[in-house]
């Protein structure tokens, strides 16, 4: 997998920031927009081993990654929490799809299984780390007002945006060389592989 060319547009003291990382809400409460469907044009494959299965994030708190079908680009990630059975312990399915060179990751929304519901942002993958970004509800805003997508904006609930149309051109903007300022530059998720 092809990472180099986003690496340079990275500020190094992103790793510093990681606020979302309560385990409660380590996926679903950090990621305010949502997508009826996946987005990214084709699934993205992992090889053999290229995900360890134990991360760490920025507060030390344990997270598992696992892939479930390496031609779909599935994972799961699992938050350990301590009491509970293997079989008790939250889930999350995500599917990591490509769009040009870029990685986006389409995590669906246990809140909202039927009919999927994911929630939408860039991955990166690079040596030893995942970092994590999402896209921001005043980005779904802009790109609605341009044309570019439809999107409901709830008054309640979890999710501050949901993109219902116009999926493909959002994953080409998310892809595109200013992609990055459609997402939440200041606080990713960061996990970081145990050796």
Not at 76 to 96: C, D, H, S
Not at 130 to 145: F, M, N, P, S
Request: hydrophobic share 40%; aromatic share 8%.
């Amino acid at each position: 997998m092809n990472t180099r060319p986003f690496t340079s547009t990275i500020p190094g003291k992103l790793l510093a920031f990681a606020p979302c990382l309560a385990l409660g809400i380590l996926l679903t409460g950090c990621f305010p927009t949502a997508s009826l469907a996946p987005l990214g044009a084709k699934p993205t494959k992992f090889k053999e081993g290229e995900l360890g299965k134990a991360y760490r994030t920025t507060k030390g708190d344990p997270v598992q990654v696992r892939v479930i079908d390496s031609e779909r680009g599935e994972l799961e990630i699992v938050v350990p929490e301590e009491g509970k059975k293997e079989a008790e312990q939250p889930r999350y399915r995500v599917l990591v799809r490509t769009q040009d060179e870029a990685v986006l990751y389409n995590l669906l929304d246990p809140e909202n299984p039927t009919p999927p519901r994911y929630r939408i942002g860039r991955l990166l993958m690079h040596d030893n780390a995942i970092l994590i970004w999402w896209v921001t509800e005043d980005a779904v805003r802009k790109l609605v007002k341009e044309g570019v997508l439809r999107a409901e904006f709830p008054s309640k609930g979890d999710v501050d945006a949901i993109v219902t149309d116009g999926y493909g051109a959002l994953a080409k903007k998310l892809a595109g060389p200013e992609g990055w300022l459609l997402l939440d530059m200041e606080h990713p998720l960061v996990w970081v592989k145990v050796e």
